[in-house]
Nanobody, 126 residues
Framework: EVQIVESGGGSVQAGGSLRLSCAVS????????IAWFRQAPGKEREGVSG????????GYAESVKGRFTVYGDRSSHTLDLQMNNLKPEDTAIYYC???????????????????WGQGTQVTVSS
């Protein structure tokens, strides 16, 4: 059984930083995509950043480029998200997701991912 555990969420003031960690167990594929998504109250889930080792791509949402960086370890199936210069609009529940094989270069399409974590809350106050 695949299990995904996110950690590192919390509350910070605008301009602060957080580092989220995603740990995946029970996943045996070497070719896969792993990504961070977020969902704010009343809004749709959106892709924040993702890595596809099969397609050799790393992507970021326009809203986080230059502020967020992902660090992945392919063999251990982990993906950290370093978030700097946080803004109130970054407030959301952040989810980690993983999918075996190709992501068809569409890392931000949530429907393509087969396994999801429970999420971790990030709150940024102004």
């Amino acid at each position: 059984e695949v299990q995904i555990v996110e950690s590192g969420g919390g509350s910070v003031q605008a301009g602060g930083s957080l580092r989220l960690s995603c740990a995946v167990s029970g996943f045996t594929f070497d070719e896969y995509a792993i990504a961070w998504f977020r969902q704010a109250p009343g809004k749709e889930r959106e892709g924040v950043s993702g890595v596809s080792y099969t397609d050799d791509i790393t992507g970021y949402a326009e809203s986080v480029k230059g502020r967020f960086t992902v660090y992945g370890d392919r063999s251990s199936h982990t993906l950290d998200l370093q978030m700097n210069n946080l803004k109130p609009e970054d407030t959301a529940i952040y989810y980690c997701a993983i999918k075996a094989g190709t992501i068809f270069r569409s890392w931000s399409e949530s429907y393509l991912y087969s396994n999801w974590g429970q999420g971790t809350q990030v709150t940024v106050s102004s």
